[in-house]
C-alpha cells in the first residue's frame, strides 16, 4: 500500500485478519442491505448524479460551475459527482444503487485507514474499536448510505490526521499530506480549510508547504478547466 505500511501486521497476523474480517462483516451487515431504498432518496443526491451527468455527457458549462465553485447552494466539486455518476454506471447502468456504492466502499476505507494504521502502531484494540464505532454510529449509517461527494474530504481529512499524528514521520510523508487535501478536493470546497489547517500544522517547515499544496491545487484547476473547455 502506497500509504507506506511497513509490515503493518508484525507478528499478530491472527489477531489482525480476525479484526479485519469482523470489521468487513460489520460493514457488509450494516451497509449492504436494502442499499438502494434505505434510507430514502435526498434531493443532495440527485444533484449530485446531475452533475456528474451533465459533465460525462458534455455539458460542462451549465453544471460544472454553476453547482460547484459558484454555488451557495452544495459546492460539490465537479470530480467527486463524475466520480459518482460513473460509479452509478458502470456497476448498475445508471442506476443510484451503483452510487450509493461508491458511499459505503469510501466508508470502508476510512475506517480500514484507521485500523490499518493503529495496528501499525501497536495499537491494534483502540484502531479496532474505532473502525467499529464508525461502522455503527447511527448517523454514519444514514449518511454512508447517502450520495454525498464530500465523503471524499472526510476521506481526506482522516488520511491528513493519521499521518499528522505519527511520530516518526516517514520519507513521503508531506506527498501523502498533499493527497489527503487532493482526496477533499475531489468532493468539496471545504478543502480550503483542509489545507489551511494542514498547511498551518506545518508552518514550521516550508520545505512541506508546496508538498502539500500541489496535489489539491491540480485537481482544483483541472475542475475549473472542465468548465470552460
Given at each position: 500500500?502506497?500509504?507506506?505500511?511497513?509490515?503493518?501486521?508484525?507478528?499478530?497476523k491472527n489477531r489482525f485478519w480476525v479484526g479485519l474480517g469482523i470489521i468487513l462483516l460489520v460493514w457488509g451487515t450494516c451497509y449492504l442491505p436494502n442499499l438502494r431504498t434505505s434510507p430514502g432518496w435526498y434531493g443532495d443526491?440527485?444533484?449530485?448524479?446531475?452533475?456528474?451527468?451533465?459533465?460525462?455527457?458534455?455539458?460542462?458549462?451549465?453544471?460544472?460551475?454553476?453547482?460547484?465553485?459558484?454555488?451557495?447552494?452544495?459546492?460539490?466539486?465537479?470530480?467527486?459527482?463524475?466520480?459518482?455518476?460513473?460509479?452509478?454506471?458502470?456497476l448498475t447502468g445508471g442506476d443510484i444503487l451503483g452510487a450509493r456504492f461508491l458511499s459505503i466502499f469510501l466508508a470502508l476505507l476510512l475506517v480500514l485507514l484507521v485500523y490499518i494504521e493503529l495496528f501499525r502502531r501497536k495499537?491494534?484494540?483502540?484502531?479496532?474499536?474505532?473502525?467499529?464505532?464508525?461502522?455503527?454510529?447511527?448517523?454514519?449509517?444514514?449518511?454512508?448510505?447517502?450520495?454525498?461527494?464530500?465523503?471524499?474530504?472526510?476521506?481526506?481529512?482522516?488520511?491528513?490526521?493519521?499521518?499528522?499524528?505519527?511520530?516518526?514521520?516517514?520519507?513521503?510523508?508531506?506527498?501523502?499530506?498533499?493527497?489527503?487535501?487532493?482526496?477533499?478536493?475531489?468532493?468539496?470546497?471545504?478543502?480550503?480549510?483542509?489545507?489551511?489547517?494542514?498547511?498551518?500544522?506545518?508552518?514550521?517547515?516550508?520545505?512541506?508547504?508546496?508538498?502539500?499544496?500541489?496535489?489539491?491545487?491540480?485537481?482544483?484547476?483541472?475542475?475549473?478547466?472542465?468548465?470552460?473547455?
Open positions: 500500500m502506497a500509504f507506506h505500511l511497513r509490515n503493518p501486521i508484525g507478528a499478530d443526491e440527485f444533484v449530485s448524479l446531475m452533475e456528474g451527468n451533465a459533465i460525462l455527457s458534455g455539458n460542462f458549462e451549465n453544471r460544472a460551475l454553476k453547482y460547484s465553485f459558484f454555488s451557495t447552494f452544495t459546492n460539490y466539486q465537479p470530480w467527486g459527482a463524475i466520480f459518482y455518476s460513473l460509479s452509478a454506471k458502470i495499537l491494534g484494540w483502540v484502531g479496532f474499536c474505532a473502525a467499529f464505532t464508525i461502522l455503527v454510529a447511527p448517523q454514519n449509517t444514514i449518511h454512508f448510505r447517502w450520495v454525498y461527494p464530500h465523503f471524499f474530504v472526510s476521506l481526506g481529512v482522516v488520511l491528513i490526521g493519521l499521518l499528522l499524528s505519527r511520530e516518526k514521520k516517514e520519507p513521503y510523508n508531506d506527498w501523502w499530506l498533499g493527497v489527503g487535501c487532493a482526496l477533499a478536493a475531489l468532493g468539496h470546497l471545504l478543502v480550503v480549510h483542509v489545507m489551511a489547517a494542514t498547511g498551518l500544522s506545518q508552518i514550521l517547515r516550508p520545505r512541506s508547504w508546496i508538498k502539500i499544496v500541489v496535489p489539491p491545487v491540480i485537481v482544483l484547476v483541472l475542475a475549473l478547466l472542465l468548465g470552460i473547455s
